[in-house]
Structures are given as C-alpha cells and as structure tokens.
C-alpha cells in the first residue's frame, strides 16, 4: 500500500483544515486506517483511527471535539476534519494503515505510512 498525504499548511488559531490521504495498490478497504502527528523535539503521537467499514473511530484525547476521521473506500481515501485548531497542533501529519482487524491507537499496529504533511497553526 502507498499513501500520499495532503492538506496541509499554515493556518490561524481557531481555523480548520482538511487533510486527505491517497492509497494506491492492495485493497484499501481491507486496512484500518490512522493519523499520527509528530511535532518538533517530540515523538510521534496517535491522533485518530477508523476501522475498514468507517463505522468505528478513535480519538486521541487532545482531538475529541474538534477533529473527525472518515474514509471513502470507493476513492480509496482516508481524512481527517480538523477543526478550531489550536498552536499545539502545529506537527508533521502522518496518515497510516493497518491489517488489524479492530482499530489501534499505537502506531507499530500500522504496516504502510505516508510521507507525512505539515500543519503549522499560527496564535
């Protein structure tokens, strides 16, 4: 599987942004799909999840009420909404998939992993 993530950039505090992660190759629909950030001096944290059929999400603490996860496996695409954005968030976004069959919040569950994509929130 190769995943390219996109959306990002530079945003102010309280706006939103969309991000978007392509797959290309096996069958995406098979995979459970995850965002994990990585800002700088600090490793890399889980963010969000969902399951193959997009019916099961999890979230990391500092996202619940403001970031949603969702999948179109009909584009093979997974995003991530993310709204009322806060200076903390500023990090490289990876989108990554996994073969579990439930979702997982930690990243050595994940097989594949995109390239990454910067989110920088200004305050």
């Known amino acids: 599987v190769q995943l390219q993530a996109s959306g990002g950039g530079l945003v102010q505090a309280g706006g939103s942004l969309r991000l978007s992660c392509a797959a290309s190759?096996?069958?995406?629909?098979?995979?459970?799909m995850g965002w994990f950030r990585q800002a700088p001096g600090k490793e890399r944290e889980f963010v969000a999840a969902?399951?193959?059929?997009?019916?099961?999400?999890a979230y990391a603490d500092s996202g619940k009420g403001r970031f949603t996860i969702s999948r179109d496996n009909a584009v093979n695409t997974v995003y991530l909404q993310m709204n009322t954005l806060k200076s903390e968030d500023t990090a490289v976004y990876y989108c990554a998939a996994g073969s579990s069959r439930y979702i997982r919040t930690t990243n050595d569950w994940y097989d594949y992993w995109g390239q990454g994509t910067q989110v920088t929130v200004s305050s």
């Open positions: 969902i399951n193959w059929r997009g019916d099961s999400t």
């Open positions: 190759g096996r069958t995406f629909s098979m995979y459970i």
